[in-house]
């Protein structure tokens, strides 16, 4: 099918299909038209040589309130409400030499403060743009820079050296689930809540974004209902003051090639209205046969400044992907455990070629508005509307066959697996708005920066799920056409509606060098959920806060302590009295150390924490208790330590490393798995990555880089005593436990602008993840196992203006 940049448009409102990777060109020759045709590219035209790409840098969404008492007044004083905006700015400039520009685009104040590796701001910890050194909680930033050095892919790949995260490093792309501490990482894009289905997570590709902020601990005072263990807040590319283009291709392992461009400006001389274009396309095959990816992004920006004082910014996005990537698990025999015939290989396809696809769209539309009435007051309001569908049908793998019972239990074979037919078919909307107004003034000898808010989230989802056993599957001779029976009987069919609201309060506090952080928020959270004709109604409301302290001593040194709670509502299912479930509560003290050496690009943190959840459902069981009985009873409870570092010691060379040290146990007496390690939870993670690029001498220029990274052993199940039966009977093989891994990557670069002058802007790189190609099972749960992904190949040639 013929895919022009006309098409693409309209595709991208009527959501019509994609199939061929011809889009990907078709989105390049957009990014040319773009580039050729807006002021910005006239601009750029008319120069003499390349100029480099702007740096994004990515703080908050506050700086210009961040300038000096005094200037800001001095601004303020000179406003004229008949001059044009760019006069105003203008004249203030040429009184005040020393004055940030009063006109200021959402690109700059995103990335203010940023050098290399290094942030020294994030949004997302306060929604107040503060310092990392100046906030009492554990904060990593993923720049733009890094993203860039590693080449990530993924959003699992922006985390891989990230202090206190873990995941499994398999090929399933549905949802890339996120933990630190011991529970999930909640993903926000923009300050807004990403929430998806089961299967139709929302995605979002990391060459979209600027920059990704790591927030672990209860965040539920800024955020709401949320997980204990943390929020990922990733940030998008905004428009710039400066005109820039670039256009990217890439090439590597499993066939894949793909294609990007990145190019924004001024549209108008006095850079009032600013525009933004990025987009991406790709196709590949995966490890496992038979299974393809492919996918194509655009994410168009608007800036809008109608005077000094206000901005306002559209973002926007559409993505699909007629293909999503490879899923199902594995027998563990076979991959945890040897296998009867050995081990299944990593590329073993064990579906149904006529059964295999899952097709995703996904379209979002919203705004970030500012406003500055004065020297105090700022008022801000974000907003986003998404909505997504997929489609997926597939034959799952299940466990060999066995036979007989008891102690006579074997695997009938040993060749022989159960597969399953699953199909579901979801659709998504979602709102999210977060309306925030700050306050900065000073009482005294303290200084104030107060934020009060109002937010609100609306969850729409439905699907319509079928699941079955279908045919066995031989995996010496596989036959992968074979007569699968569609089942008509409905698995799920749900219909789930979700609100919440909540109202907060903050106040950043500062005496000299001490800074006091505290809030309290107040939540109110509704869910309505109907599935095969049973309604479950939840009502909750809750109450979360924190309190924290860090004082920054002159020689870069800030100890801190802080005290969080949070709230998560459990919208599916019901207690054995058919009252719904209750939220789930969690609470952690934390205390820790940040190091800046003065007139050093280097951050040292390090962290202990104990954290607590509670309400968790759990199985339960003791006298007068039925079997396979649910409670709230549950309790989990993690303590540890991080410790974390990154910069740039000397010119030319960036690093990031961390070692985190994590005891998470079920902690409620009732529970059957009390004192029991939570599944695939490893207590030990570290890793190192260095990059150098050469800064003089004849191979000026030349970058090298490496990483290492480490994952000690986890526990397949919560019980932490799994078996599996063998060939033989009566001789079950030990399951419990998937061995630790430790993984190196490697990356080469060349800038060649930095050795040839006319040359500039263009540059080439090669990275390797798992350089030694090391095959290990990367996630194992009792229902299977998945390996991990083995050595890929990466080469990209970029042309930055």
């Known amino acids: ?25 078709s989105i390049l020759a957009l990014g040319g038209l773009l580039i050729a045709g807006s002021p910005a590219g006239a601009q750029s035209a008319g120069q003499s040589g390349a100029s480099a790409l702007p740096p994004v840098n990515i703080d908050a969404p506050a700086q210009r309130a961040q300038r000096p008492t005094q200037v800001r007044r001095n601004t303020a004083s000179r406003r004229d409400p008949n001059q044009r905006p760019n006069q105003r700015a203008d004249h203030a400039g040429a009184q005040q030499q020393q004055a ?18 290094v942030a020294s701001r994030a949004s997302g910890a306060t929604k107040t743009d503060a310092p990392i050194m100046s906030t009492p909680g554990s904060v990593a930033v993923i720049t733009r820079s890094e993203m860039d050095v590693r080449q990530a892919q ?25 933990k630190a501490r011991g529970f999930d990482v909640e993903q926000y894009l923009d300050g807004l809540r990403l929430q998806g289905g089961p299967f139709g997570t929302p995605r979002v590709d990391p060459y979209l974004l600027e920059r ?28 710039t003051d400066n005109p820039f ?26 850079k009032t209205l600013l525009y933004r274009v990025t987009g991406i396309g790709l196709s590949a095959n995966t490890q496992v046969d038979n299974i393809g990816e492919e996918k194509y992004a655009i994410a168009p920006a608007w800036t809008w400044r109608p005077d000094i004082d206000t901005t306002i910014t559209f973002l926007t996005s559409y993505r699909q992907d007629p293909k999503g990537g490879a899923f199902a698990l594995l027998p563990i025999q076979g991959t945890l455990v040897p296998g009867t015939y050995g081990q299944i290989p990593r590329n073993f396809f064990a579906g149904d070629f006529n059964y295999e696809s899952l097709k995703y769209k996904q379209a979002t539309i919203g705004y970030e508005f500012e406003h500055r009435f004065d020297d105090i007051f700022t008022v801000r309001q974000n907003v986003r509307y998404l909505h997504n569908e997929l489609n997926y049908i597939e034959v799952q793998a299940g466990a060999f066959t066995t036979t007989g019972a008891g102690p006579t239990l074997r695997l009938a074979d040993g060749r022989t697996i159960t597969r399953s037919y699953f199909s579901t078919n979801e659709n998504l909307n979602t709102f999210a708005a977060d309306n925030q107004l700050q306050a900065k003034f000073n009482m005294g000898p303290l200084q104030h920066t107060v934020l009060g808010g109002f937010d609100y989230q609306r969850f729409d989802f439905n699907n319509l799920a079928r699941f079955a056993p279908t045919n066995t599957l031989n995996i010496l001779t596989p036959n992968y056409t074979q007569n699968i029976a ?30 006091v952080l505290g ?11 109907l599935n095969l004709g049973t309604r479950v109604l939840n ?25 969080s709670t949070s709230f998560q509502p459990t919208t599916v299912g019901s207690l054995l009295n058919g009252q719904p479930y209750k939220p789930t509560i969690g609470e952690q003290i934390e205390a820790g150390v940040k190091y800046q050496p003065v007139g050093y690009n280097l951050i040292f943190t390090a962290a202990v924490y104990d954290l607590k959840q509670e309400n968790v459902v759990s199985a339960i069981a003791g006298p007068g208790i039925p079997p396979n009985s649910t409670a709230q009873v549950g309790e989990v409870t993690s303590r540890g330590f991080e410790g974390s570092v990154v910069g740039s010691p000397l010119p030319g060379l960036s690093l990031r490393g961390q070692y985190s040290y994590l005891d998470n146990r079920i902690t409620a007496p009732l529970d059957v798995n009390y004192g029991k390690v939570l599944a695939n939870t490893p207590m030990h993670t570290a890793s190192l990555w260095a990059n150098y690029v050469v800064q003089d001498g004849p191979a000026v220029g030349f970058g090298f880089g490496g990483g290492v990274r480490y994952m000690s052993e986890m526990y397949t199940t919560n019980a932490n005593n799994l078996t599996v039966p063998t060939i033989v009977a009566n001789s079950p093989a030990l399951a419990n436990i998937i061995p630790a891994s430790t993984t190196f990557d490697a990356a080469l670069s060349y800038d060649f602008g930095m050795r040839f002058k006319e040359w500039k802007g263009l540059s080439a790189a090669v990275n390797i993840n798992n350089v030694f190609d090391n095959s290990y099972v990367s996630a194992c749960t009792a229902g299977g196992c998945r390996w991990a992904v083995g050595r890929t190949v990466l080469a990209t040639m970029t042309y930055r203006w």
């Open 154 to 178: 993924t959003i699992r790949d922006l985390l891989r050296y990230a202090p206190g995260v873990y995941f499994s490093n398999d090929t399933d792309f549905r949802a890339q689930p996120i």
């Open 245 to 270: 283009g670039e256009i990217q291709l890439q090439a590597g392992t499993f066939d894949r090639i793909q294609g990007a461009f990145d190019v924004g400006g001024p549209v108008d001389k006095d």
């Open 100 to 117: 940030t520009p009063a006109l200021v685009s959402t690109a700059q104040r995103v990335n203010a403060g940023t050098n290399g590796f």
């Open 212 to 239: 990704a902020e790591l927030i672990t601990g209860p965040a539920s005072i800024l955020y709401g209902a949320a997980s204990p263990g943390g929020i990922l807040n990733l940030v998008s590319k905004r428009p």
């Open 486 to 515: 569609v089942p008509t009987t409905v698995f799920q069919n749900l219909d789930q509606h979700l609100e919440q609201r909540g109202v907060y309060v903050q106040d950043e506090a500062k005496l000299g060098k001490l800074t």
């Open 519 to 529: 809030g309290i928020r107040y939540d109110w959270a509704e869910g309505n959920t």
């Open 1 to 25: 099918m013929y895919c022009n940049t006309h098409s693409v448009a309209r595709r991208t409102i009527s959501f019509s299909q994609l199939t061929t990777f011809k889009c990907t060109a």
């Open 539 to 563: 009502n909750d409301e809750k109450s979360s806060g924190r309190i924290g302290a860090i004082y920054n001593f002159d020689v870069g040194i800030a100890p801190y302590v802080s005290y």
